[in-house]
């Protein structure tokens, strides 16, 4: 029985299969939003022009990295399960992030690997590259955008966004 293999239900009914699938996808969403978010300040912070919006982006910077951290550790955690949601007519499956992980622990915040920057580096604690060259706020809203996350606004609201996210990439010291 998948159930006692740790594989979920895979009973449409099951309200713990489905419970389980929205807390971790969940986790997952919000990790990814969250180191979105905790680039986005730092490389922001490059381009401040006055002490005052310095002041503020690096404030709100900290809290992104703890939620980043909070999250990251909380999507490690998911178990295998497999869910269908009839609402969007779709099937979410987990595997087990826990084999197969030779480098890491699957919910080690930190430090990891930075790959992305070069295989030559130790594992080290970055979250992800903060200069121009890597982050964008257009880069953050077209990747929150693709993952769904503003599904159902308004065209005005993108527009709106879209503006705010080419200005704050044009911004300059």
Request: one cysteine or more; proline letters at 6%; charged letters at 15%.
């Amino acid at each position: 029985m998948p159930g006692e293999e740790g594989l979920g239900s895979n009973d449409p009914n099951n309200p713990s299969d489905h419970i389980k699938a929205i807390a971790f996808t969940a986790g997952f969403h919000f990790a990814f939003i969250e180191q979105g978010g905790t680039s986005l300040y730092a490389a922001m912070a490059q381009k401040a022009s006055s002490l005052e919006a310095l002041q503020i982006i690096l404030s709100i910077g900290g809290s992104e990295i703890m939620h980043f951290q909070t999250w990251q550790d909380k999507a490690g955690n998911a178990t295998p399960v497999t869910d269908f949601d009839s609402v969007n007519n779709s099937t979410v499956t987990f595997t087990d992030l826990h084999t197969g992980q030779p480098e890491m622990q699957a919910n080690l915040i930190m430090p990891e690997p930075c790959d992305f920057i070069s295989t030559s580096l130790p594992a080290c604690s970055i979250i992800r590259p903060t200069g121009a060259a890597h982050v964008s706020a257009m880069g953050a809203v077209n990747a929150f955008t693709a993952d769904g996350l503003f599904r159902g606004q308004s065209p005005a609201f993108v527009n709106l966004l879209n503006s705010l996210a080419a200005a704050a990439d044009a911004a300059q010291r």
